[in-house]
């Protein structure tokens, strides 16, 4: 099951604490840690200093809205705090009503789970609130990783690796690149793309025609003369493969550009295989490097 990033916190009135914690309780035996002010905090804690860093740390909020919490002086601080971190770093906020009575302004907009009749359905549609939350903190988690995976590969692979602005007066964006360098001094730089799974359906689409077609039209992919794409969703385009790599790397040639080299990772091989996909990578754009300075070479050779 996927997990949160942090754990549930429960917003509400102490008068509604019996309700509050049957809630705590079938949160937790569905699998989610929460947070509750009972069992986090003693006798000498600061409150509004203990409320502020759990709601930073947090991976959902669950604000408990009755006629007490509306009367509660804490239920408009801790809301303040959830809605900002909302706004700034995401953060799921689910309101749950458990009497028919007016819902704070911060969270008018939002949908809530209703536990004005029946405890359960209600509880439903917490769950599946949270599951959603937890879906969504999953791909996250392997964004960051899959950023991080490709960041060392080119570490150890090629030469550098930098953050590379390019635009202009009107239009500007950063790109990551790594570079090879060359005997002669001069620098090959490779632009390199991240394909991560995220938004990309469960199992996620392949890589194919379509997007390979947008890759070669989009101003990334004209920079330089090599593009390394690494992709966790897997590559369905009918193109070469480099020898030995039995299908995992692909390239797209183009005699007046260089080339497009497609890794896939989607079978999430493990570090040795990972990293010799991207040496071959670097070997082929060094083989296509010397065949260039030897056609040059007899181009200017006299006749």
């Known amino acids: 099951m996927p997990r949160l990033s942090g754990p549930v916190f429960l917003s509400h009135a102490s008068e509604d604490k019996e309700f509050v914690r049957r809630l705590d309780l079938r949160i937790r035996e569905a699998g989610y840690s929460t947070w509750l002010d009972e069992h986090q905090m003693v006798p000498g804690d600061a409150l509004a200093n203990q409320i502020s860093t759990a709601i930073e740390r947090v991976g959902a909020f669950v604000v408990v809205i009755s006629s007490a919490a509306l009367q509660s002086r804490w239920l408009p601080y801790e809301l303040q705090l959830a809605a900002h971190r ?49 879906t969504i903190a999953a791909e996250e988690r392997e964004r960051l990783y899959l950023y991080a995976l490709v ?26 690149a790594a570079g090879i360098e060359q005997p002669n001094g001069r620098e090959i730089q490779i632009v390199v793309e991240i394909e991560d799974v995220h938004g990309h359906g469960t199992p996620p689409r392949p890589l194919g025609p379509a997007w390979l077609a947008d ?47 497609v890794v896939d990772i989607s079978d999430r091989p493990g570090n040795d295989a990972e990293r010799e996909r991207i040496e071959m990578v670097r070997k082929d754009i060094e083989r296509r490097e010397r065949t260039r300075s030897y056609d040059a070479a007899a181009d200017q050779d006299p006749v």
Not at 159 to 165: E, N, S, T
Not at 233 to 255: F, K
């Open 86 to 134: 909302a706004v700034t770093d995401r953060l799921r906020v689910i309101p749950v009503r458990l009497e028919e009575v007016p819902v704070p302004a911060e969270i008018k907009h939002l949908l809530y789970a209703d536990f004005t009749g029946d405890f359960d359905r209600g509880f439903a549609t917490v769950l599946d609130a949270l599951t959603r939350e937890a």
């Open 151 to 176: 960041d060392r590969l080119i570490l150890d692979v090629f030469d550098w690796r930098a953050i590379v602005p390019h635009g202009n007066e009107y239009q500007q964006f950063s790109f990551r």
């Open 215 to 261: 890759f070669l039209d989009a101003e990334i992919s004209q920079i330089e003369l090599y593009a390394l794409v690494v992709s966790r969703r897997p590559v369905e385009i009918d193109l070469p493969e480099l020898e030995g790599t039995y299908g995992r790397v692909r390239v797209h040639s183009d005699p007046r550009r260089g080339a497009v080299y």
